[in-house]
């Protein structure tokens, strides 16, 4: 038998007594006659007694118990006179009712779009990392003189994209953030499988055009040049590789944040050593174009290192 249980019974034998008023004998039990205040307080002691086995029983609230006993008050408290009330007794405080807060009635609907909508920008995440897979598979195939020529055409269509995407995300999804970057990122997954297949096309014409300006280079020595000019391109793509690994590493705000600075740099770097393989060889065309490439793996080393900074300094 728990503390409830005990509490409980306590409680129906007091009771029981302040009704009967006690004088009860029952084998080596015996309950004396009580009348008056030891009457009452019996009684009232039975209410409290029983309602603790309740409570500790679980079977009413606080609530429930406070109600019983201030409603036993006003019944079974005996009247007082107003002489026996002290002046100085301050009134008492009207109690104010306890309000409960129910929820909102369409909030498990709110947190269904909420995840809803997290869903479909994870997804639309996923879906855009992997055309940019796919779009960077056919640049990174094809040679450097062929994507020193599509360079500034490519840069153009990046911020095209952008662009366009967030103007049609904004317009579709003007309050929603999170389903608008969903709809920005599925604008930039369409757009990108388009530009790769248009660049597959971009690639090949530039090939037979850069085919055709090579026939036309004359060198002093033309196996020697040209390996040197392979050597080049050699370490170039090698170099290349290395930092779009850290650039491909990066999130996709961290790399629309550095986008325009890295453009910058790409441009700066093609310029800076085209500058110098013309100072350098002005008349030999192959060992020019070896000295550019070789001039551009020298600057995309500590380009990389110095990107690996940004990136990890930036919030992810």
Partial sequence: MNIGEVSFYTGILL???????????????????????????????????????????????????????????????????????????????????????????????????????????????????????????????????????????????????????????????PIDKVMQEAVKLNCMTTMTDQRTDALKQDIAETAASVATNDDQITDSNPSEAEASRNQAQVRLDEANKRINVVWNAATQDIRAALLPEQKQWLQQRKEDCLLKAVNEQPEDKMMQEAFKLNCMATMTDPRTEELKEKIAAMPH
């Fill in 15 to 173: 009771f029981f007594i302040g009704i009967i008023g006690g004088g009860i004998d029952v084998k080596e039990v015996k309950i004396p006659q009580i009348t008056g205040l030891p009457r009452y307080m019996c009684f009232i002691g039975s209410v409290l007694f029983i309602l603790l086995g309740l409570y500790l029983k679980k079977e009413i609230t606080d609530t429930a118990i406070s109600n019983v006993l201030n409603t036993a008050a006003s019944i079974n408290t005996p009247a007082v006179s107003p002489s026996d009330v002290p002046a100085t007794t301050p009134p008492v405080a009207a109690q104010q009712p306890v309000v409960t807060k129910e929820p909102p009635v369409n909030a498990p609907a709110e947190n269904a779009e909420a995840d809803k909508a997290i869903a479909a920008k994870h997804q639309a995440l996923i879906q855009l990392d992997t055309a940019n897979k796919r779009i960077n598979a056919v640049w990174n195939g094809t040679t450097q003189d062929i994507r020193d020529v599509l360079l500034p055409e490519q840069n153009q269509w990046l911020a095209q994209r952008d662009n366009e995407c967030s103007l049609q995300a904004a317009s579709e999804q």
